[in-house]
């Protein structure tokens, strides 16, 4: 869920930043530096810095809003709360799993500190809130509902992520429960938020809402093969990184869980205590992909984007909004692979 | 803002618990586990123990849905928000400040550890939010603008709380605006939100809001008070507590403020380093005394009184809500002073 897809969903990318930063200046000053340094717009001396991110969540919003016949306006005020509420998440995900890098920068935390950064996560989730709830929006009380129940299934997911840490074993299944619930739901509810507050009917968000939880997921299974086999240039992270943190990331659950003599081997070789060099990294890869763990990342990918495309059969959409969906959904799985 | 009142509020406490836990409910087992012992309803082991907290801002919400003519449950999902909202802001408030007690028993971060109370706070404020918006609920999109604007503002007061920490010296203006922020938002939230949730017409709810936006500064400068001069059975602190920690608290920023001999006396023993022995706290309470911030906080905390319940003149209101709000508002500054 670290790395950003540089995708083709170049929807309303000249309206989704200007908005996003003009939420963001309504923060009191000390939130909003540390919000502009963890949204790539600073440096950590508050001097301006060329913007990261691509931004797949807001677009797939102002594709919702397409989806439901909404102008390019319709789905901007979701595009900016699913973008805060994702900010959000990052932020304090890198101070309760301790990451100090992200995106190629110092994690903000590191910058400002632990009090600050827990604070300004806290003021970028209410300040997602307050956008949606804002007098006039239409359908502001569906989406807000819809992208508050997504955030508590983001932090359910993150919860179940540290607890994980703390197993020796979990199983495919737990594994696959916890992607859908940290990084699935909010890309569901990206897909959907648009249509929401266009105030769409119930069977077009409803359909948007399977495409972007398969998606979601889909997005994780490649997010974690990027993860071993990815390259720092794409990943943003040092190449076999998620195998060095011994993540139990989709693929090495799956290996892990093959009952292969070569399952048994990965087990042994990420259960010694210490940092493992460089060659044992090297063989641990291998082994996840001889018990199996890559293709079968690979194959559930595809079969997730398959049924993310499948439920887009089921509705009336604009040529041009399936068309762009379905891209992005082929897009989700292919890219560096 | 570290101790809970006593309050003569009674009203529906026999309705706020089971709400507030059928809330709590719905979290996963690891955030539950950690709301329940934040809440005071098990100890460490999960094992049940006596509630404590005295749940002043619920009972708050209840008496201004009946300001509104409602009927007992119609500010009820407003009065488990509001709480929910404030026990997140606890939650988060003593790991920023490092604080390893709470009501006399271990915070919950020193329990759980940082990473897991980060999230329990998370999973608080997000509940709060759902259960505002559930379907069906009247009023609640104005409701839940209201909590979020309050959230907004308890987040910018405790980071000018944080960057207060690290300044030597703050006006009496800055220190007061960061209780409003701090602790008085939420307070004239509380006092708003079940007016809201009736949806009454709004120049009820802003009288409602800015009688409790006085009872909020009056609570605070109340609060200060005790942390200097209040017993340790009634603030569930070490006596001088405020000193010990030199705390910027209002009655040591107006006598620091004072201009006075005694002012210069109390900024050269807190600016000392190292911990201060007892009797130079018992010192620097005379010398808060001396240079006048005592009398300051006390006479300030009943002019904030008197201004709330002239709020409450404006406005029609049912005789027994009326006088309920009376006696509060009496009551929070009288409270062992």
Redesign the interface.
């Given at each position: 869920m670290t790395t950003e897809t540089p995708s083709p969903a170049t929807t309303g990318r000249e309206l989704i930043e200007p908005a996003l930063r003009a939420a963001v200046d309504r923060?009191?000053r000390?939130?909003r530096e540390i919000a502009a340094y963890h949204f790539g717009w600073t440096d950590e001396r508050g001097r301006p810095a060329s913007a990261s991110g691509k931004a797949l969540r807001p677009a797939l919003v102002l594709l919702s809003a397409r989806a439901a016949g909404g102008g390019p306006g319709a789905g901007l005020p979701g595009a900016v709360a699913v973008e805060l509420v994702h900010q959000f998440s990052l932020l304090?995900d890198d101070?309760?799993?301790g990451d100090r890098t992200r995106r190629h920068r110092p994690a903000a935390w590191t910058v400002f500190g632990?009090?600050?950064a827990?604070?300004c996560?806290?003021?970028l989730?209410?300040?997602a809130?307050?956008v949606l709830?804002?007098?006039g929006t239409r359908g502001?009380?569906w989406a807000?509902?819809g992208l508050?129940?997504a955030?508590?299934e983001l932090?359910?997911g993150?919860?179940?992520d540290?607890?994980f840490e703390r197993r020796e074993r979990i199983t495919l299944d737990e594994c696959l429960r916890m992607s859908s619930a940290k990084t699935a739901a909010l890309l569901a509810c990206a897909c959907s938020l648009g249509a929401m507050l266009c105030e769409a009917p119930a069977p077009l968000t409803t359909a948007l809402t399977a495409y972007g939880a398969d998606l979601g997921v889909a997005f994780q299974l490649t997010d974690d093969l990027l993860g071993i086999w990815g390259s720092p240039e794409v990943t943003g992270k040092p190449v076999l990184n998620d195998l060095r943190s011994r993540k139990k990331s989709l693929p090495v659950t799956a290996a892990l869980n093959a009952g292969t003599a070569d399952s048994a081997g990965l087990a042994e070789l990420l259960g010694r205590p210490g940092e493992l060099p460089e060659d044992e990294l090297r063989r641990a890869a291998r082994l996840v992909e001889s018990a199996g763990g890559r293709a079968w990342t690979e194959a559930e990918a595809d079969a997730r984007v398959a049924s993310a495309r499948a439920h887009l059969d089921e509705v009336e959409l604009p040529d041009d909004v399936r068309s762009e969906l379905d891209a992005l959904a082929r897009y989700v799985t292919t890219r560096d692979r």
């Open positions: 923060l009191d000390p939130m304090h101070i309760m799993d632990v009090p600050a827990i604070l996560g806290d003021a989730v209410t300040l809130l307050e709830l804002e007098p502001g009380q807000a509902r508050t129940a955030t508590a932090i359910a993150q919860a179940l540290l607890e």
